[in-house]
């Protein structure tokens, strides 16, 4: 199941608003989840279950979609979440694979 | 607290063979299943692989790419799980992390990842 994610660098100010799209090549239900990465750490899950936020990520994190389209959004930008983006499928008939990520960079 | 430290990277000549081991502690081990994921230098995640639990029969999962020449097995009695790469190729060249996720998915937990460098 391949995921392509859009756009691949997304340029805006702290306090916008920032919504990252992950497309499914084939129907995952909503097995999909969300992960941040600032460089050279490890992955955090953000949003699991498609719209789930994980244990402690702050409520400006939301997901949504089923299917095949899925959207991460970031209601207002802090300073702390300029980084890179990735969305993941978890289907449990199919390999996990991951998008090729997008990066949300400072204006 | 839970604790992922992956051990056994280095430098490996194309075509050698690695084996990469996960040390878990703070969790239940033997009812959790195990991935690795990978990440060359400047590039994106790229899931590898996964164990399940003696309860699902230690079931494997490998992604295509790497199905045949990489091989995840585990030792419960050691809470450690091991990734074994053969035939490795300089593509083959990244962090690799092992990670668990918690019941239901909900969250997960990575090791630090170690390096693994094919180069002639």
């Known amino acids: 199941i391949v995921l392509t994610q859009s756009p691949t660098t997304l340029c805006l100010s702290p306090g916008e608003r920032a919504t990252l799209s992950c497309r499914a090549s084939?129907?995952?239900?909503?097995?999909l989840a969300w992960y941040q990465q600032k460089g050279g750490q490890a992955p955090r899950l953000l949003i699991y279950?498609?719209?789930n936020r994980a244990p402690g990520i702050p409520a400006r994190f939301s997901g949504s979609g089923s299917g095949t389209d899925f959207t991460l959004t970031i209601s207002s930008l802090e300073p702390e979440d300029f980084a890179l983006y990735y969305c993941?499928?978890?289907?449990?008939?199919?390999?996990?694979?991951f998008g090729q990520g997008t990066k949300v960079e400072i204006k | 607290e839970v604790h992922l430290v992956e051990s056994g990277g280095g430098l490996v000549q194309p075509g050698g063979s690695l084996k990469l081991s996960c040390a878990a502690s703070?969790?239940?081990?033997?009812?959790?299943?195990i991935h690795w994921v990978r990440q060359a230098s400047g590039k994106g995640l790229e899931w590898v692989g996964r164990?399940?639990?003696?309860?699902?029969?230690?079931?494997?999962t490998y992604a295509a790419s790497m199905k045949g020449r990489f091989t995840i097995s585990r030792d419960d009695s050691m809470n450690t799980a091991y990734l074994q790469m053969n035939s490795l190729e300089t593509e083959d060249t990244a962090v690799y992390y092992c990670?668990?996720?918690?019941?239901?998915?909900?969250?997960?937990?990575w090791g630090q990842g170690t390096l693994v460098t094919v180069s002639s």
């Open positions: 990670t668990r996720p918690t019941s239901f998915w909900i969250d997960d937990y």
């Open positions: 993941q499928q978890r289907t449990i008939w199919a390999p996990w694979t």
């Open positions: 084939q129907s995952i239900g909503s097995y």
């Open positions: 164990i399940k639990d003696r309860a699902n029969s230690y079931e494997t």
């Open positions: 279950s498609a719209s």
């Open positions: 703070g969790f239940t081990f033997s009812g959790s299943s």
